[in-house]
């Protein structure tokens, strides 16, 4: 899917994608972390805004493990506190990730 849209849309720059509650078994309805940035390596974007999480656990793993993951993995992310508005030029260009989000 993600092939098609970069084909159709090869200029995308900021990619919004799910990084929320995940579990092998809804691979079908949500995406697991690692789908989320190969997603993003797939639309060869310039920055990654996960979005989708840190509202509840609806599975076993922490309800901050996805954002725990984009931590780990990407190196141009912006993941602001939850609930706080931001304008995009607030978060274009900036790597961030709200610590509360994982302390």
Same mark, same amino acid.
């Given at each position: 899917?993600f092939?098609?849209?970069?084909?159709?849309?090869?200029?995308?720059?900021?990619?919004f994608?799910?990084?929320?509650?995940?579990?092998?078994?809804?691979?079908?309805?949500?995406m697991?972390? @690692?789908?989320?940035?190969?997603?993003? $390596?797939?639309?060869?974007?310039? /920055? *990654?805004?996960? &979005?989708?999480?840190?509202?509840? !656990?609806?599975?076993?793993?922490?309800?901050?493990?996805?954002? @725990?993951?984009?931590?780990?993995?990407? $190196?141009?992310?912006?993941?602001? /506190? *939850?609930?706080? &508005?931001?304008?995009?030029s607030? !978060?274009?260009?900036?790597?961030?990730?709200?610590?509360?989000?994982?302390?």
């Amino acid at each position: 899917m993600f092939q098609n849209i970069h084909k159709q849309l090869p200029n995308i720059k900021y990619c919004f994608l799910e990084n929320g509650q995940y579990s092998e078994s809804w691979e079908a309805m949500h995406m697991l972390p @690692k789908q989320t940035y190969r997603a993003f $390596e797939i639309l060869e974007g310039v /920055q *990654i805004f996960p &979005i989708h999480f840190g509202k509840f !656990c609806l599975t076993t793993h922490e309800w901050d493990e996805p954002a @725990k993951y984009a931590l780990q993995n990407a $190196e141009n992310i912006f993941a602001g /506190q *939850i609930g706080k &508005i931001y304008t995009l030029s607030e !978060c274009v260009g900036k790597k961030y990730i709200d610590k509360s989000l994982y302390d």
